[in-house]
């Protein structure tokens, strides 16, 4: 499997005898399994002289096998202490245990202490950073998922839109997007759906509820859906009815911020510069305090993963890497207007995978 040769690489690369890896989207994107252990212990780990193997409930094995992992699978019950079997079945290897590399940014203080309690000869180091660019840079299988995870996206905004009537609620909108997505055989939401009206519209984060549309709403979807693993994440900001003048501004400042970061994109732009981009012409426009969040983050496995698109971020751009542009304007006085799209880097510019209009779709109803 090519995800465990790149760990094996690093591990010699590093002078580092084993790697465990922890975090369920991790496991999946090394090991092609995918599970919520919830409280049990799940997770893969790595020799650089040795076969690896996945350790999780006992009861997960039979799934795990299906899912084509062909090494060992260790497996935990409920009652035995899953940090002992997996000590049990390291020391197995026979092999160096002596530097490890493990997920700092996941394990517990608690499952932290385990480990050194476990291999007491051994030293810990980050694998994290490792993770994270294995994951930046997609391969062209992953970009076919992606894409399809995008084009359900798509769909869902436009189901959203053909809900839209004076009277329902947010969540009745809510609950017809997600029954089409699960007709349509999507695994599941990326995240959960966000249907806000109104003056809801205003907060970044806000909670879909039993707010009637009325006419002279904006109505702001944000959604994702999940496909064979991978994610989407697409926003939409559309009118009930027409749109008041300043509405109308706030929209077209928010679409030609969100076109400037687009058009930006390509292999060695640093990401910072994406996010002045737009927020420069949302500054100019005179909404810049209104935009409180950053421009964007990356997309596969997981809905928020590396790199951030922030204005400090010095990372420069490669060829398939994978993330959103989602610039917004909050004003609480009018409304909010976000627009998000999921971008790959190209070899000379930019795909973007979410491909539902965004000029200012009018509703009448």
Same mark, same amino acid.
């Given at each position: 499997m090519k995800k465990i040769d790149d760990i094996q690489q690093f591990l010699l690369d590093e002078n580092l005898d084993a790697a465990f890896i922890t975090t369920p989207d991790n496991v999946f994107y090394v090991s092609g399994f995918k599970s919520e252990p919830h409280e049990r212990v799940l997770g893969v780990m790595v020799f650089k002289e040795a076969e690896p193997f996945v350790i999780c409930p006992l009861m997960e094995v039979p799934d795990l096998k299906a899912s084509g992992w062909t090494f060992e699978a260790v497996g935990h019950q409920d009652t035995e202490d899953a940090w002992e079997v997996l000590a049990t079945a390291a020391f197995k290897r026979n092999v160096p245990l002596q530097k490890i590399a493990v997920e700092k940014s996941h394990l517990t203080v608690e499952r932290m202490e385990r480990m050194v309690e476990l291999f007491e000869d051994a030293t810990f180091s980050r694998l994290d950073e490792k993770l994270n660019s294995l994951r930046n840079i997609k391969s062209e299988d992953e970009l076919v998922k992606l894409r399809k995870a995008a084009e359900l996206a798509d769909y869902a905004i436009e189901v959203g839109c053909k809900e839209i009537a004076e009277g329902k609620t947010e969540l009745e909108i809510l609950m017809a997007i997600e029954f089409e997505m699960k007709r349509k055989g999507a695994e599941k939401m990326s995240f959960?759906?966000?249907?806000?009206?109104? +003056? @809801?519209?205003?907060?970044?984060?806000?909670?879909?509820?039993? !707010?009637?549309? &009325? @006419?002279?709403?904006? $109505?702001? /979807?944000?959604?994702?859906? #999940?496909? *064979?693993?991978?994610?989407?994440? $697409?926003?939409?900001? #559309?009118? /009930?009815?027409? +749109?008041?003048?300043? &509405? !109308? *501004? $706030?929209? *077209?400042?928010?679409? @030609?911020? *969100? &076109?400037?970061? $687009?058009?930006?994109v390509r292999p060695g732009v640093k990401a910072r510069d994406l996010d002045k981009a737009a927020r420069d012409v949302i500054t100019d426009a005179g909404y810049g305090e209104y935009f409180t969040h950053r421009l964007g983050h990356g997309l596969g496995i997981s809905v928020h993963e590396f790199p951030s698109i922030t204005g400090t971020n010095d990372l420069e751009l490669q060829e398939g890497m994978v993330f959103t542009i989602e610039p917004g304007i909050y004003n609480p006085e009018i409304t909010g207007v976000r627009i998000e799209d999921d971008v790959v880097v190209t070899a000379d510019g930019v795909e973007v995978l979410t491909k539902f209009p965004k000029e200012l779709k009018i509703i009448q109803g």
């Open positions: 959960d759906t966000m249907v806000l009206s109104g +003056p @809801k519209t205003a907060s970044p984060h806000g909670k879909p509820g039993d !707010r009637k549309i &009325q @006419k002279g709403d904006f $109505i702001l /979807f944000d959604l994702g859906v #999940v496909y *064979e693993g991978y994610c989407s994440d $697409i926003t939409r900001t #559309v009118a /009930f009815g027409e +749109p008041s003048e300043k &509405q !109308r *501004e $706030i929209y *077209e400042t928010v679409r @030609k911020a *969100e &076109q400037a970061a $687009i058009d930006l």
